[in-house]
């Protein structure tokens, strides 16, 4: 009822009959991502994760400001763009670009993980290379990025 709601709204809005706020807009915006993603993985992420982390990693996305989803998204770009870095410049995954880079990832799943444990954060590494969906799209912009990170992370988090 709400999508349905906010797509009337939106509809008006285009239509010059109703003037949307930037926060409605931002908030309708949220709704979508969490709503893709749980057409996408839904199922998949409950059944490894459990309803709870899931459910609480929605809530944290939902709550988000727009100055604080920003901050996530330039983390994403900042993460990419070094893992790019790194591999082009054949850094190695001990050296301070891969701390960098483990750090950064880490404040990023922080963002929308509701607990940290070293242990998951390798889990995610470890699917970025051995999960075909996930290696691809890192790897898009760079081939060995996957690797990489899979391979800083487990290092940095091991100590």
């Given amino acids: 009822d709400s999508l349905i709601n906010n797509l009337k709204l939106t509809i008006l809005s285009m239509e010059g009959v109703f003037d ?10 949220k709704k979508e991502i969490v709503k893709e993603n749980e057409e996408k993985y839904g199922v998949e992420i409950r059944e490894k994760y459990g309803d709870e982390a899931v459910d609480a990693s929605n809530a944290k996305l939902m709550n988000m400001s727009k100055e604080k989803y920003d901050k996530f998204k330039a983390l994403e770009e900042e993460i990419k763009i070094s893992l790019e870095e790194a591999v082009k410049e054949q850094s190695a995954y001990n050296s301070e670009l891969g701390k960098k880079i483990t750090a950064l990832h880490k404040e990023w799943l922080m963002m929308t993980w509701k607990t940290y444990s070293s242990a998951a954060h390798k889990g995610v ?9 996930f290696k691809a799209n890192i790897n898009k912009h760079a081939d060995g990025t996957a690797s990489y990170i899979y391979e800083a992370i487990k290092y940095f988090c091991g100590h």
Avoid at 20 to 29: A, G, L, P, T
């Fill in 20 to 29: 949307m706020k930037d926060e409605q807009k931002f908030e309708i915006f």
């Fill in 125 to 133: 590494a470890r699917m970025y290379v051995c999960d075909e969906r």
